[in-house]
């Protein structure tokens, strides 16, 4: 698995160029080597940016199935879109499943934290988020999932504390922009919260 796909899933699928975008077909064209699981794993991450979630579920199963259940970070991947298919109870099956091939990978327990977030089981949440930084110290993912973890809590001051390194480790990240809303939104809530004490936000 090379460092490229250790990404956080949204910030993978968000990073491709308009070229890889178009790259679906020469992708399908890859998956016709007998076994090539890998091919199978990218052309879902081609599927998922163009909006295909059915199409990508269906290249990350195969490449699970092809890999004979070893190929972890294609778990992810599917539980990653079941996640957004509002699935959290299946995506977090299928991605503690991921872990035990893999149990170091950072993603993994990156999207197992949305996924548990989405379940909310904040605490366990923030374990998962937590411990993907204890795999991966500059896994920028996992500060999103603090920030959002903080966000529900309504502890706007730890948000903003998790976007700041996270926008700072990734000045051009694909996920910038939405960072920054976020972090606009936190620090307004925050200021208005200590307004209303009479505080500093600061």
């Known amino acids: 698995m090379t460092p490229n796909e250790r990404e956080k899933f949204p910030e993978a699928m968000a990073s491709l160029t308009a070229k890889e975008k178009a790259a679906a077909p020469a992708l399908t064209k890859a ?3 007998p076994g090539y ?3 199978y794993y ?3 991450l081609s599927e998922a940016t163009l909006g295909r979630n059915n199409e990508a579920q269906t290249a990350f199963q195969t490449s699970i199935d092809l890999s004979g259940g070893r190929y972890a970070v294609a778990e992810f991947g599917y539980g990653y879109l079941l996640c957004q298919e509002g699935k959290p109870s299946e995506a977090e099956i299928i991605i503690r499943r991921g872990l035990e ?3 170091a990978e950072a993603e993994g327990y990156a999207v197992l934290s949305e996924a548990l977030m989405r379940l909310t089981q904040l605490d366990e949440a923030e374990k998962s988020a937590r411990e993907a930084l204890l795999r991966n110290a500059g896994f920028a993912g996992a500060y999103l999932a ?3 973890l903080a966000e529900r809590r309504s502890d706007f001051r730890v948000e903003l504390q998790n976007l700041d390194i996270y926008l700072k480790s990734q000045p ?3 996920g910038n ?3 920054r809303h976020a972090r606009e939104a936190a620090a307004r809530r925050l200021e208005k919260i200590a307004s209303q004490d009479g505080i500093s936000p600061k």
Do not use: I, K, R
Request: aromatic share 4%; charged share 20%; no cysteine.
């Open 146 to 148: 603090l920030a959002d």
């Open 172 to 174: 051009n990240g694909p």
């Open 42 to 44: 990218h052309l879902g």
């Open 31 to 33: 998956t016709q080597a």
């Open 37 to 39: 699981f890998e091919a």
């Open 177 to 179: 922009e939405q960072a």
């Open 101 to 103: 091939v893999e149990h």
